[in-house]
């Protein structure tokens, strides 16, 4: 059984900046490219990163330059720091699978508000 457990969400004001976390047991997790989702009130769930097993990445263009994804693989997580947040960033985020998703977590709320 695969189990993806998101932290590190919480409320900042615009500009600020937020680290989330992610661990992955039950998986093979070396070898596989493992993203950030998030979805929005009223949106579909979208793709935010992704990072692969030779610790390449890449962004969605709305976040390019202000998100970073990170991994280690020794403990089994990901990491997404967040920084210069827009109000538009405010979404409950999400890690799994790039590719062959398994089921998903319950996300941890990141809200961007003044």
């Known amino acids: 059984q695969v189990q993806l457990v998101e932290s590190g969400g919480g409320l900042v004001q615009p500009g600020g900046s937020l680290r989330l976390s992610c661990a992955a047991s039950?998986?093979?997790?070396?070898?596989?490219?493992m993203a950030w989702y998030r979805q929005a009130p009223g949106k579909e769930r979208e793709l935010v990163a992704s990072?692969?097993?030779?610790?390449?990445?890449s962004y969605a263009d709305s976040v390019k330059g202000r998100f970073t994804i990170s991994r280690d693989n020794a403990k089994n997580m990901v990491y997404l720091q967040m920084n210069s947040l827009k109000p538009e960033d405010t979404a409950v985020y999400y890690c799994?699978?790039?590719?062959?998703?398994?089921?998903w977590g319950q996300g941890t709320q990141v809200t961007v508000s003044s």
């Open positions: 799994n699978r790039r590719f062959g998703v398994a089921s």
């Open positions: 039950g998986s093979i997790f070396v070898s596989s490219t």
């Open positions: 990072i692969n097993s030779s610790r390449g990445t």
